[in-house]
Nanobody
Framework: QVQLVESGGGLVQAGGSLTLSCEASGIIVAIHTMGWYRQAPGKKRELVAMTTHDGAANYGDPVKGRFTSSRDNREKTVSLQMNRLKPEDTATYYC??????????????WGHGTQVTVSS
């Protein structure tokens, strides 16, 4: 069974930095995209960053220029370096990946989420 486990959330002041990490485990043949979404209370889940197997990253508009996503394909991890954090970045951050576990195609998996709170 595939699991995505996030770590690194916490409380930080506005203007500060945090790094999130996500590790995939289980019987994994291949990982296509791997990255992050977030959801704030009362809001829809939105894309933060998504990285392809070759390292190309796509970012949501609110975080462009402040956040950087990077992958380690051998370790099956993805990290999110978050700089110049703003109170509006406060949300639960979810790791997401498209993973192939056998002869079938890629399936979409979610982590349980890690809370990021940015104080003003």
């Amino acid at each position: 069974q595939v699991q995505l486990v996030e770590s690194g959330g916490g409380l930080v002041q506005a203007g500060g930095s945090l790094t999130l990490s996500c590790e995939a485990s289980g019987i994994i043949v291949a990982i296509h995209t791997m990255g992050w979404y977030r959801q704030a209370p009362g809001k829809k889940r939105e894309l933060v960053a998504m990285t392809t197997h070759d390292g190309a990253a796509n970012y949501g508009d609110p975080v462009k220029g402040r956040f950087t996503s990077s992958r380690d394909n051998r370790e099956k991890t993805v990290s999110l370096q978050m700089n110049r954090l703003k109170p509006e970045d406060t949300a639960t951050y979810y790791c997401n990946a498209n993973i192939r576990t056998g002869q079938n195609g890629f399936l979409n998996y979610w982590g349980h989420g890690t809370q990021v709170t940015v104080s003003s």
